[in-house]
């Protein structure tokens, strides 16, 4: 945007091109009001029918969640290629009109990978699960999106066997995520034993973890209370250098409370440059529930001083200890 004002203070008109970059630029960072003023220079410059920009306005309206005028700009487009088509359907199943996506989706000419997906995504998020596994199996040329996307439909639904089966079937084609989205669905329906045992098999493919691995793996390793586990993660972190943000952070605090090991949550606590709400939750609960309460009352104190506004879950923090 900088670039752009420097642009403009310089005399230097803007092109088609430079309309394109500025709209995904808006998409991404949902800058609503800026991506729909150049809307306006767009008609103004009387490149409104430009089938390329047509289609970016398309993607920054679905992006920002302004289904309405998405729809209006699909609708006057007086050519519609396979771009604007999967744009629409993905952003018609994003917002549940499953039904309208499908529609477009049946109507559309030359239906590719990213077509499918769409509407396999679409079913699997408003919960028709046998919707989704129909698209599926009709699906000529399934990629490994196609398969998570499934297997992420059934855990949601605490269907872990048939995910399982999915999963089992699809040979070499997995990926990290694939992996994550199993372990995930493991822990989300606490069979915590499974989530575990299948890192073990992730780790025998020579399949590298993420965050994502290790958030899911520290939330068995809580629940269970397996501590040898949890540090076992921690050090995995350190020695890939994983970088620990707010939530994996979080994760391994809750972890460390969990299983009584409160100088280690409080070493991962004070080295986080960013603490949110529940970071300072999951610190003080810990405290609280061991007997610090000295402890948790200066955390408490610590945490108005760095403006983060307490909850609920602060208090019965704050009340373990008496």
């Not at 203070?9 to 991404?28: I, Q, W, Y």
């Not at 009001?33 to 398309?58: N, P, W």
């Not at 250098?241 to 090991?261: E, W």
Request: glycine share 8%; proline share 2%; net charge neutral.
């Amino acid at each position: 945007m900088t670039y752009y004002k420097t642009m403009l203070c310089e005399n230097v008109g803007p092109d088609k091109s430079t309309f394109v970059m500025l709209l995904r630029v808006c998409a991404l960072s949902n800058e609503k009001i800026m991506g729909e003023s150049f809307h306006c220079q767009i008609i103004k410059m009387g490149f409104e029918f430009d089938l390329v920009l047509q289609t970016g306005l398309l993607n920054f309206y679905s992006k920002v969640g302004n289904l309405e005028f998405a729809k209006r700009v699909f609708v006057e487009m007086p050519e519609r290629d396979a771009v604007a088509h999967n744009v629409m359907i993905s952003a018609l199943g994003k917002h549940g009109f499953v039904s309208d996506a499908k529609k477009l989706f049946d109507e559309m000419p030359g239906k590719n990978l990213f077509s499918w997906n769409s509407m396999i995504s679409g079913y699997c998020k408003l919960g028709d699960i046998n919707a989704a596994r129909s698209t599926f199996d009709c699906n000529p040329v399934k990629d490994v999106v196609s398969w998570n996307t499934m297997i992420d439909g059934y855990c949601k639904l605490g269907k872990l066997t048939i995910a399982r089966e999915l999963f089992d079937s699809m040979g070499s084609v997995k990926n990290t995520v694939t992996w994550n989205t199993m372990i995930t669905g493991y822990v989300q329906c606490r069979d915590f034993h499974r989530a575990i045992s299948t890192f073990h098999e992730m780790q025998a493919e020579n399949v590298r973890p993420d965050d994502v691995t290790m958030i899911s793996l520290l939330s068995a390793s809580a629940h269970l209370g397996a501590l040898d586990m949890g540090n076992w993660i921690y050090a995995y972190i350190r020695c890939r250098n994983i970088r620990i943000n707010v939530v994996l952070g979080n994760a391994l605090i809750d972890m460390f409370c969990k299983c009584g090991s409160i100088e280690a949550a409080l070493s991962v606590f004070h080295g986080l440059s960013v603490k949110n709400i529940f970071c300072w939750n999951s610190i003080i609960l810990g405290l609280g529930s061991f007997g610090y309460g000295e402890e948790a009352m200066t955390a408490f104190a610590d945490m108005k001083k760095d403006g983060i506004k307490p909850d609920g879950v602060t208090f019965v923090g704050l009340f373990e200890w008496v």
